[in-house]
């Protein structure tokens, strides 16, 4: 039986961009997508490891096979769930943050919501292991609030703003830390790394019958 990827959003906007990508990286694949913007607004409200039970509890229902995570903020505590799930678990921002570690030493972080920082720079610091990385954060004034009241463009145009002025604070690498940042990327004269595309590459390298 073909289960597919599954994937986890906390926002609908996700959908149509990784089912973009598939058709254009990987047709054919099979995606299954669940939305849960209640488990991002939990975490934001009570911390990561908060959505852990009710995580467990959709993913579980959601049927078997490998999940990739798409949220940032609960990206950890959701790989931490794959021993319990019975299925890989991968959250979409960690092939960025592995290629990121390894173009160069001074890595700034964009993000929207505050509640991303944390959980990015952990990952940036995981990947990195020995090699000596300094991470700079910087919290996008104003992005979120044009993103939830639809205003897409101005939330993009606003992130590839704040690109350019990392860009000219002298890092050498730039990343969106979450996935619905993406199209900045196209916006942006400098440099920058998403997660959608490397994530939803991995997420299918653990899905053989994809």
């Known amino acids: 039986m073909v289960t597919g990827l599954l994937?986890?959003?906390?926002?609908?906007?996700?959908?149509?961009?990784?089912?973009?990508?598939?058709?254009?990286?990987?047709?054919g694949a099979v995606?299954?997508?669940?939305?849960?913007?209640?488990?991002?607004?939990?975490?934001?409200?009570?911390?990561?490891?908060?959505?852990?039970?009710?995580?467990?509890?959709?993913l579980?229902?959601?049927?078997?096979?490998?999940?990739?995570?798409?949220?940032?903020?609960?990206?950890?505590?959701a790989e931490s769930l794959?021993?319990?799930?019975?299925?890989p678990v991968l959250r979409v921002d960690r092939p960025m943050a592995a290629c990121a570690v390894r173009a160069g030493a001074r890595i700034a972080v964009l993000a929207a919501l505050e509640s991303t920082l944390a959980p990015t720079r952990e990952l940036l610091a995981e990947?990195?292991?020995?090699?000596?990385v300094s991470i700079v954060t910087h919290l996008v004034d104003g992005a979120w609030d044009r993103f939830e009241a639809g205003d897409t463009a101005g939330y993009l145009a606003r992130v590839a703003e704040a690109a350019e002025e990392a860009a000219v604070?002298?890092?050498?690498?730039?990343?969106?830390?979450?996935?619905?940042m993406a199209g900045a990327a196209d916006l942006a004269t400098?440099?920058?790394?998403?997660?959608?595309?490397?994530?939803?590459?991995?997420?299918?390298?653990?899905?053989s019958a994809c």
């Open 169 to 180: 604070s002298g890092a050498d690498v730039i990343v969106l830390a979450q996935a619905s």
């Open 127 to 132: 990947e990195a292991g020995e090699r000596p």
């Open 7 to 27: 994937l986890l959003h906390t926002s609908p906007v996700h959908v149509p961009v990784f089912d973009a990508l598939r058709d254009r990286d990987h047709p």
């Open 60 to 77: 579980a229902e959601a049927g078997p096979g490998p999940v990739l995570v798409t949220c940032s903020t609960i990206g950890a505590t």
């Open 31 to 58: 995606l299954r997508h669940l939305v849960a913007p209640e488990l991002l607004d939990r975490a934001r409200a009570e911390g990561p490891e908060s959505v852990a039970p009710a995580l467990l509890g959709l």
């Open 190 to 207: 400098v440099p920058v790394m998403s997660s959608p595309a490397p994530g939803l590459a991995a997420g299918l390298a653990m899905c």
């Open 82 to 87: 794959a021993p319990a799930l019975g299925a």
